[in-house]
């Protein structure tokens, strides 16, 4: 035991579940003594949803160094798949739970096939060059979702990129609407298979970075060309983030897209990537613990300063501008430090100050 | 003929694109940074010359400078507020900050202006040119659109090439810690590009807006994004890819509009770029960098 305990890998990742139970406990404790109230409740689903999505996309760009700007596309096919599921296994599947297990499951199976064929192109580039591909990607998801009709009827599944193609039988109807995108969805989500959806993240992910493949994924990072040089296939590894992380958005994105009644492509876009994106590099890159925490507070704050109003989307790009310059500026790390010098440097009195330049 | 009627409305916008484009690879080139702000000053510029048209009742060729002496000055103070701390740091930090500085020019745009549309009207007063018996139109604005954006190419190429800050900025752009051994001061030089950038992005809104005429805070977003792809699809960093990036997109989603599909016309776009990007990675003008081991 004391062994164990004594990895610091372990003790790190220990932590990260601990923290994460302990908030459900928490907030499930609130919940039964009615101290949340309705819009709180609101946030608890798409809190799991971007933390996993944090979580997920952190293991693409923290761990494995590729700037991701498409992480919103695989959310948007895992949410229509999930939504499309949900619905055409309605009469089949009479529990809800399994019904939400078996839509985030084939979402996220959707979304790693769609990452892994995305992969096989995008992975031949690196760096910007990469984050604009995956731009691209997001944007022609986006593109293709909001324009495909799914609909089902007594002869079974329908899909089509026009209305006009659509021959739905009578008493058929549409699950996906084009740019109206999925309506009457039912609400299958639960904040306890959110809970879930971010053990099973952690899970996968944490399990991943520790053990070889996490090793060789790092070490493409940190000097692809070394890496290479030992022997280490780069694009399998690559690929093999690119996929487990589009496998686990496409999840998150099933069970945001079963946690609202109505849902359009439009919802998907690059701005949603971006935030993902805030989340990761606020929270550390590659600190999956950081990303949980990131991810919870920044998609709290902006909904609990709703009260501001106009001022509200201002406040919170200041404080990420703020933020930002407060933990990467070298001019304020140094700046800090001589006043922390300084300080200590009142308690011992005969020794010079030799902080400021 | 309906053909070249497209050709030429695609031509119009992406010339649009290809003036976004060459203040995009102006900045990525020289401070190696995705400045997605670059959008939304674009959207600034259009504002203050609606402003000045409208509400001061200025001619707009006054308007037009206002609006670039505005983005200028924005450029450089968005430039020393919040890209000048994170030098030297990770990309991926300033990048942050680019979307934070995003965030607030748009919404601070919607507290001034508030978010509803507001119609533009065209700079441009010139009669349409009818062709061929009317059968092709050339409006006043695509001819301006057009001769802007060969001047902004011509005019940049030669600022690079031949003035001494052209010189530094090429030499910055090549290898920034030995310019600065050079005597280079690399901070102004980042700031004269910014600003060279804002200044451009200004031109580009008001062109933008003439072709076409609803200006809300969200306007620059969009084609910013396009006009980024128009950069990397010549070539990030080249002038002259810039603007054949530009022109190119311009017409494919025309194109693609008119004979593929109206709704697919994003994802014909984005994949015409991916496709030139699996072919050529340094998009079509660039320079393939070798790397060193």
């Not at chain 1, 970075?209 to 940190?222: F, L, M, P, T």
């Not at chain 1, 099933?254 to 919802?267: Q, V």
Request: charged fraction near 10%; aromatic fraction near 8%; hydrophobic fraction near 50%.
């Amino acid at each position: 035991m004391k062994k164990i305990l004594g990895n610091k890998n372990t003790r790190t990742n220990l932590v990260t579940y601990l923290v994460v139970i302990a908030a459900f406990v928490l907030v499930k404790a609130c919940n039964s003594l009615d101290m949340l109230n309705s819009s709180q409740k609101g946030y608890l689903v798409p809190i799991c949803v971007y933390i996993s999505l944090a979580v997920s996309l952190n293991l693409l760009v923290g761990v494995c160094g590729e700037l991701s700007l498409g992480h919103a596309g695989f959310m948007g096919i895992g949410a229509f798949a999930g939504v499309v599921i949900a619905a055409v296994l309605k009469d089949a599947v009479a529990s809800d739970t399994v019904r939400l297990l078996l839509a985030m499951i084939t979402g996220g199976l959707i979304a790693g096939v769609m990452g892994f064929l995305i992969g096989i192109p995008v992975l031949r580039l690196r760096g910007d060059y990469l984050a604009i591909v995956t731009l691209a990607f997001g944007e022609i998801m986006k593109n293709i979702i909001g324009n495909t009709y799914v609909g089902m009827d007594e002869e079974g599944f329908h899909m089509a990129i026009s209305t006009s193609k659509m021959k739905l039988g009578e008493g058929g109807k549409y699950i996906i609407s084009g740019p109206l995108g999925a309506t009457g969805v039912e609400k299958l989500a639960t904040f306890t298979m959110g809970f879930v959806l971010v053990m099973f993240t952690l899970f996968v992910v944490l399990n991943l970075i520790n053990s070889k493949e996490g090793r060789a994924i790092k070490a493409v990072r940190d000097n692809r060309i070394a890496a290479e040089s030992v022997g280490i296939n780069v694009t399998a590894f690559r690929m093999k983030a690119f996929v487990v992380s589009a496998f686990l958005a496409g999840m998150a994105g099933a069970l945001f897209g079963l946690n609202y009644s109505s849902m359009t492509a439009s919802k998907f876009n690059f701005n949603t990537s971006i935030n993902i994106l805030v989340f990761v590099v606020l929270g550390g890159m590659g600190n999956i613990l950081g990303s949980v925490i990131s991810a919870t507070v920044l998609y709290v704050l902006p909904e609990a300063m709703r009260s501001l109003e106009d001022f509200r989307m201002i406040l919170y790009a200041v404080v990420l501008i703020l933020v930002m310059l407060f933990t990467w500026s070298p001019k304020f790390k140094e700046a800090v430090g001589a006043a922390s010098e300084k300080i200590t440097g009142l308690f011992k009195k005969k020794k010079e100050v030799v902080g400021n330049e | 003929m309906q053909i070249l009627q497209y050709l030429i409305n695609g031509i119009s916008i992406g010339a649009v694109y290809a003036i976004i484009a060459l203040g995009y690879t102006m900045v990525y080139g020289i401070a190696k940074m995705l400045n997605f702000a670059h959008g939304d000053v674009i959207m600034v510029g259009a504002y203050i010359s609606f402003c000045v048209t409208n509400y001061l009742g200025l001619p707009s060729i006054v308007s037009v400078i206002a609006a670039v002496a505005v983005c200028t000055l924005l450029g450089i103070v968005i430039e020393g507020l919040a890209y000048k701390p994170l030098r030297g740091t990770s990309s991926l930090a300033v990048l942050i900050t680019a979307i934070g500085v995003s965030y607030f020019l748009q919404n601070a745009a919607q507290l001034i202006w508030s978010s509803s549309p507001k119609n533009f009207t065209s700079i441009v007063t010139m009669e349409p040119i009818s062709l061929m018996g009317g059968q092709l139109v050339i409006t006043g604005e695509v001819l301006v659109t057009v001769a802007v954006s060969i001047a902004v190419m011509v005019g940049l190429t030669l600022f690079t090439g031949k003035t001494r800050t052209g010189k530094a900025m090429r030499a910055v752009s090549e290898d920034r810690d030995a310019a600065q051994l050079m005597g280079i001061n690399v901070n102004q030089t980042i700031s004269t590009t910014f600003a060279i950038g804002s200044a451009l992005a200004a031109v580009a809104g008001v062109l933008l807006c003439s072709t076409v005429p609803t200006l809300m805070p969200t306007t620059g977003s969009m084609p910013g994004i396009r006009a980024f792809t128009a950069a990397v699809f010549g070539g990030i960093g080249s002038i002259p890819g810039a603007m054949l990036g530009g022109i190119l997109l311009g017409i494919i989603e025309t194109l693609s509009k008119a004979y593929l599909s109206t709704q697919f016309s994003d994802a014909i776009v984005f994949s015409v770029l991916i496709i030139i990007l699996l072919v050529k990675p340094a998009g079509l003008l660039g320079r393939q960098v070798q790397e060193k081991v």
